[in-house]
């Protein structure tokens, strides 16, 4: 035979040969970007500081990923979008108030960056590798660290400098410690409640208030099938359940009334939103079988009115989805998916 | 109505427009054929010429070597030159026979046998192993075998595959269109071998001039039914379009006939035919040539052992751009380092992607666990953990995720947006454990 032609050196790779052009850093970016409206109401109603103290946090994510993979010689992958998604999902998470309680305070968000990326994600092997949400950690070490910085909260007063900003307590605050009528009372009535709450109106981490811009953002994702509605709708749906059961008070005593909670209020505030839809929802560190993915929902939601009821924190979204996540590998592994014929052949 | 469809799948671009238009064409005879013994699973067959004897155009040249086996035939009139071993399509070495063409073209016998359907089952059987018929889909499985099926597996349904859901590949939806009631006859031919009276052709809905011809073709059959098909990749998988039809799911690792169904692919339908009327030996298939890197498609009746190189110079040679040459569809089938390879029972297609157009996938992410393999896999496999268990070598961990009932169909690769080479970490996997 002749020998082979030469014309043409021929690229040889294994099937397939055609791929979907979605990739990693765009979906990334994509969330980042569904992240935008919420931020935006934090920055109109909290002013220059929720800014300063978002962009901190997402300087000091990437560049600490930049950093801790340039130490260890690993493959550079900042742009991914990642780290910039952690920065920018830790800082709508902090109080704005970070920035004015004292001067000292601007380390809070770096550590609680560092933390992040570097310890919840890096030491954990990167992206893809990590157990917890590496947000959710950082606030969550920032909380247990610095317990007073990180709970007072300022009125959100639509004004750009934010100077004369008074303290206040969140709206789960005032229900916790004060009950329903006070909470009703500090916006007036209920229905102005409702619409205060909806629209961002109140005392909160900075991206975490306008329930609004984070529902346009979440139909974006929704829409788009970054994410699906598995996990945030099985953890609201919980979540109202469990409030409207357990939820009530009975003015006169103060004892828990069944049946009587006030399930809207319950879903309007607190980092409620925020979580279902953009924490919990984390690829890495939720369940990737659907099925197992509204267990996680319900999970996640029955441990959020559990320590909102019963613990001592106002809120426990946070806590709620960390510690859901170290379930998260478990459940995939409980509920994998049935092979194809193997459900008609136990029929048989 | 809403189409016949199974659970899963995606949805590449399906580029069919490049080649499909073109007629059937006979390709030019080549100067010689390479005509691989071992075209299929299974046994390969055993020489029976010998170096420079004559052979005539549907000779046997080579004997099955056990059950699951076809003969082989010439595709040629002509000289044995060589017996020896070269490489086919998928890089591995396998005995051939080389054939100089004396294009005379001179057939061994054909006669033409219209009461072919009068016929009784063990004939019309015999004929069809003589033919040396394989399945034309890719895998090229001897259709005999699927053709006698133990006595505890009762056959009562045959269905055509006509979905062709490989994107780019069009040689069966024009042989469904020029040779549609050859089609239904082969059908036909094959409910009567099994005894079997009911008939399906599934076809992917984006052809509806196909769907159309072949109703009319099968107008007069009320055993026969030609069905339209979502169009999602991989219909025309067996399990899948077997589920599409008639609602029944093959058990894992089980087979076709395990739930009463036998399926063939429409070339294979065509051969049987011509099998049954002409008693022509498969000999020749029809291969599309296709790609954004090829100067002209075309759809090309080709002989079984012509060269790929031939043949793309029959079409005008590659434009410049030619970066990678496939033959099968882009889905499923294998890059070649050399196109000095033969075309066997089972090439559909040679697909010729421009350098712009190849993706490379030495560098891959790591797996973001974002689900949208598991969505998507036909099997209901979680292709992530397979490819993070094989990439870890945690090979038998691997089986505790049904390794083996996956069939490579390379969905999950398709879909992953950390670009993970999920099918060769499956691959490697399976070579390296045991079921
Ligand atoms: S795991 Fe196997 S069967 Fe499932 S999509 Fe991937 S290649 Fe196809
Ligand atoms: S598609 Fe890729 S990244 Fe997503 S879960 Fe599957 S393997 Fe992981």
């Known amino acids: 035979m002749e020998p082979v032609k030469k014309e043409h050196e021929l690229i040889v790779t294994v099937s397939p040969h055609v791929r979907d052009e979605e990739t990693t850093s765009r979906i990334m970016w994509t969330v980042n970007l569904s992240l935008l409206p919420a931020f935006f109401m934090g920055f109109y109603f909290f002013g220059l500081k929720a800014l300063f103290i978002t962009a901190l946090c997402i300087i000091s994510s990437v560049l600490s990923e930049y950093f801790f993979q340039k130490a260890v010689k690993k493959k550079l992958t900042v742009n991914d979008g990642s780290a910039f998604l952690t920065g920018l999902l830790l800082g709508m998470n902090l109080p704005s108030s970070l920035w004015s309680f004292n001067p000292f305070t601007i380390h809070v968000p770096i550590i609680g960056s560092v933390i992040a990326v570097v310890i919840t994600k890096q030491f ?51 229900l916790k410690e004060d009950g329903l009528a006070k909470l009703i009372e500090a916006f007036g009535d209920k229905l102005n409640l409702y619409a205060e709450l909806f629209n961002g109106h109140r ?98 939601g029955a441990l959020t009115m559990l320590i909102r009821i019963k613990g001592g924190y106002p809120e426990g979204v946070m806590f709620a989805i960390l510690l859901m996540n170290c379930f998260a590998p478990l459940i995939d592994r409980a509920m994998k998916s049935d092979v194809f014929g193997a459900v008609k052949e136990k029929k048989k | 109505m809403a189409l016949a469809t199974f659970k899963g799948g995606i949805h590449p671009p399906d580029k069919k427009d490049i080649a499909k238009d073109s007629a059937i064409k006979e390709a030019k005879s080549p100067q010689r054929v390479v005509i691989p013994l071992s075209q299929h699973l299974g046994a390969p067959c055993k020489p029976i010429v010998s170096i420079g004897q004559e052979v005539k155009k549907g000779e046997v040249i080579g004997e099955p070597g056990g059950f699951v086996s076809a003969p082989v035939h010439s595709s040629v009139s002509g000289k044995v030159i060589a017996i020896a071993e070269f490489p086919n399509t998928m890089g591995r070495m396998v005995n051939s026979i080389v054939i100089e063409n004396d294009c005379k073209e001179e057939w061994t016998s054909l006669k033409d046998n219209p009461d072919y ?29 699927k053709l006698s099926p133990p006595k505890e597996k009762p056959i009562d349904t045959i269905i055509i595959n006509g979905a062709e859901c490989e994107p780019y590949l069009t040689a069966d939806y024009r042989l469904m269109l020029e040779k549609s009631s050859d089609i239904v006859e ?65 058990p894992p690792r089980g087979l076709p006939m395990d739930v009463r169904v036998v399926v063939q692919n429409v070339g294979t339908a065509l051969a049987v035919y011509e099998a049954a009327r002409y008693g022509k030996p498969l000999i020749e298939r029809v291969v599309t040539v296709t790609g954004e890197g090829i100067k002209t498609p075309a759809n090309l009746m080709v002989k079984i052992g012509m060269l790929i190189s031939d043949i793309v110079d029959q079409c005008g040679g590659f434009k410049d751009s030619a970066g990678k040459v496939v033959s099968g569809g882009p ?30 996938t030495e560098e891959f992410g790591p797996c973001i666990r974002c689900g949208r393999c598991i969505d998507i896999c036909p099997m209901g496999l979680m292709p992530s953990m397979l490819s993070i268990l094989s990439e870890k070598g945690h090979y038998e961990d691997a089986k505790e995720y049904n390794l083996f009932d996956c069939f490579e169909c390379g969905s999950c690769a398709f879909v992953c947006p950390s670009k993970r080479p999920i099918v060769q970490f499956i691959r490697l996997a399976k070579s390296l454990t045991k079921p």
């Open chain 1, 124 to 174: 954990f092997g990167g992206l893809g590798y990590n157990i917890f949400n590496p947000a959710l950690i950082g606030r969550a070490f920032l909380l247990i660290s610095f317990p007073k910085a990180m709970t007072i909260w300022t009125e959100p007063t639509a004004a750009f400098l934010a100077l004369d900003a008074k303290t206040t307590a969140t709206p789960l605050g005032i």
């Open chain 2, 331 to 360: 889905m499923m089938g294998f890059a070649l380092s050399t196109l000095d390879v033969p075309v066997t029972k089972g090439t559909s297609g040679i697909l010729v992607i421009p350098k712009e157009g190849v993706v490379h």
């Open chain 2, 186 to 250: 082969g059908l036909k031919i094959l409910m009567r071998i099994l005894g079997v009276n009911k008939g399906f052709i599934g076809i992917e809905n984006n052809k509806p001039d196909a769907i159309d011809k072949m109703k009319d073709a099968a107008k007069n059959e009320p055993n026969i039914e030609v069905c339209g098909l979502e169009v999602k990749y991989p219909q025309g998988a067996e399990k899948m379009l077997i589920s599409a039809l008639t609602g029944r799911e093959v």
């Open chain 2, 117 to 145: 359907i009068k016929l009784s089952a063990d004939e019309l059987k015999e004929k069809v192993k003589a033919a040396g018929i394989v399945g034309m889909g890719g895998a090229a499985f001897p259709t005999l075998v």
């Open chain 1, 203 to 300: 005392a909160g981490s900075i991206g975490e208030t306008s329930v609004l811009a984070l529902l346009i953002g979440a139909g974006f994702l929704l829409y788009k099938r970054y994410i699906t509605w598995h996990i945030p709708f099985s953890f609201l749906g919980t979540v109202a359940v469990l409030a409207w059961i357990f939820g009530g008070k009975s003015p006169e005593t103060g004892k828990m009334l069944l049946f009587a909670g006030d399930p809207l209020i319950h879903l309007l505030s607190g980092g409620l939103m925020l979580g279902a839809f953009f924490m919990a929802t984390d690829y890495v560190t939720c369940p990737s079988v659907r099925k197992g993915q509204i267990v996680f929902g319900i999970g996640c």
